[in-house]
């Protein structure tokens, strides 16, 4: 069975990455559509070998698509996501704006594929934080091992997660650094280039900026309510890929050697970690673009805890923080509905 699939911002960052991937895992296609704002109608994007012509969202009919793989703006999705579903599409969505919505599912495939089974209440199925994304994946199977309590993350996010204009404001800074020029800030409070931004998204109320709310209310979602989170999120002059520090404190007693082994094991992670004298034992962000996992390196037990770890974690946040992480949902609801229906 083939099915036609849109891809709602297909010429961003994550929309692009979103058809790589549909190509690259060979995803059962017949059509793929490609839309985005009157701004990018009629401008191309690659798929495959082929060139498809991007069309006006404004004025598709989304009747007769099978699956939309949606990144747009959270407003443009607030908009057209719920017309594509009444539309008869199963609509998974990138954006920060279903994702608290109890009636859809926030689903990481490798973490809670169960959560599929209610995703026709809204035909509209929500894909998690980028940050968000790559944490759950690593901490799920110590979960299931030795019971969460507590999870303190600080990240290190890379530009590409805010936007080509992100992507490009760094350039253009860091090129103006060594040419004398002033940066001007645009897309960021701050300069970028050679500097760290310890805000990402909007300041709230309690001093947490959005994107660490997040962090903390979809990973409880998504894994565990009782988990207790403090999350603090920092942006980097890297292009693409995200890095975590995190630190657990776990219930039950586990060992780095214990957890070492059961994240060699578990899906979606590779495992990076200290391996004789000819390498350094840790991964980087440079090193895993274009990568498919999530990177674990630096396990080691936290000695001011009594059931405690520490590791680093890299993944690629355009492809397993974004792109990749919905097409492989779509993946897993055809895999679910052809066996119901076998």
């Known amino acids: ?8 911002g297909a010429t961003g960052n994550v929309g692009r990455e ?14 793929v559509v490609a839309l985005a704002s009157s701004r990018s109608a009629g401008r191309e994007v690659s798929f495959g ?56 599912p926030l689903v990481v ?3 809670n594929p169960q959560a599929l089974d209610g995703f026709n209440k809204k035909n509209i199925i929500a894909n998690p934080n980028c940050s968000t994304i790559q944490m759950v994946v690593a901490l799920k199977p110590l979960h299931d091992a030795a019971k969460i309590k507590r999870v303190v993350v600080t990240t290190y996010q890379s530009v590409s997660g805010s936007g080509k204009e992100a992507m490009d404001e760094l350039f253009n800074q860091t090129k103006g650094v060594y040419m004398n020029q002033e ?14 931004i310890p805000q990402i998204d909007k300041f709230m109320d309690d001093g947490m900026t959005k994107e660490e709310w997040k ?30 520090m995190i630190n657990v404190e776990f219930e039950n007693e586990i060992s780095a050697e214990q957890a ?31 990568e498919d996992d999530v990177f674990v390196s630096r396990i080691r037990d936290d000695v001011s805890l009594e059931n405690g770890l520490n590791f680093w974690c890299v993944a690629d946040n ?12 779509a993946e897993t609801l055809i895999k679910k509905q052809l066996k119901a229906a076998a």
């Open 260 to 290: 070492r082994e059961i994240l060699r094991n578990a899906p979606g992670v590779s495992v990076v970690d200290l391996d004789g004298d000819s390498d350094p034992g840790y991964i980087t962000p440079l090193d895993i673009q274009g």
């Open 49 to 104: 070998d082929k060139d498809i012509k991007v069309q006006d969202l404004a004025t598709f009919d989304f009747k007769g698509v099978d699956i939309v793989l949606s990144s747009p703006g959270a407003a443009v999705s607030a908009e057209f996501a719920p017309k594509a579903a009444k539309a008869g599409a199963v609509v998974i969505d990138n954006t920060s704006y279903w994702r608290m919505d109890p009636d859809v």
């Open 183 to 196: 940066a001007v800030p645009e897309v960021y409070p701050k300069q970028i280039a050679f500097n760290l």
């Open 1 to 8: 069975m083939s099915y036609k699939v849109a891809v709602v």
């Open 109 to 111: 495939p490798e973490v």
């Open 318 to 329: 355009l492809r397993k923080g974004a792109a990749l992480n919905a097409v492989q949902i």
């Open 18 to 31: 979103m058809l790589n991937i549909l190509d690259e895992r060979k995803f059962p296609v017949n059509e």
């Open 215 to 244: 962090m903390v209310v979809e990973t409880k979602k998504i894994l565990d309510p009782a988990i207790k989170i403090c999350a603090s999120c920092v942006r980097v002059p890297v292009f693409i890929s995200h890095s975590e």
